[in-house]
């Protein structure tokens, strides 16, 4: 079982992943926890990449699409290996992000026509007002417009993929709730 967790900055993934893989394991499961970008030499390079101010330029965000492809790549091994031995995995964003994110719908499908897709696919949604609270981040015309771009494409995405749609601006135990909610008939002993 695949799992992928999405959602824009401050949507709160990683707590959630935190307290899913605590559940997954209290009832029995072993819990494989995979982000992306990834920690690999690839991984490393998208995040130095992400900091460079050319970073929205259309032709860099073409190098960035095709690195995440590659680093997601290399993902597709240890998901496999872990699958194997009937674990669960957990990825803190997936293929869907690149979607999200980089532009061009077309190509992206292409390029990463050999990813394997999560089984469930978790959006967590999260309105724009709490994401820029939550991170503190900067309320400018141009942030809040990216964001509410991000957050939009997510939602067209969710309806088009039978994504489970959860919101996050509830609490952090509520929304733990919800998405145990969704996870537990998927998956055996644990109700
Ligand atoms: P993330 O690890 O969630 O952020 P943080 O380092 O704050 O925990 O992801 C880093 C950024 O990478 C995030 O803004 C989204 C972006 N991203 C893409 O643009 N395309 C992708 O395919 C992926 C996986 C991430």
Known sequence: MYICLEGIDGSGKSTQIVLLEKWLNDCGHDVLRIFEPTDSSIGKLIREMLRNPKAEE???QKTLALLFAADRMVLMDTIKVSEESNNVVISDRCFY????????AGWLYEI?????KPDIVI???LDVDNALERCEGNDSFENRAFLEKIRKKYLKLAEENDFFVINANNGINKVHDDIKRVI????????
Not at 97 to 104: A, E, L, M, P, R
Request: with cysteine; hydrophobic share 35%; aromatic share 12%.
């Open 97 to 104: 992000s690149s979607i999200v994110y980089q532009n061009d």
């Open 184 to 191: 537990s008939p998927k998956i055996g002993r644990c109700i």
């Open 123 to 125: 959006l967590l949604d």
């Open 58 to 60: 259309e032709d860099f």
């Open 112 to 116: 990463n026509k050999f990813i394997r």
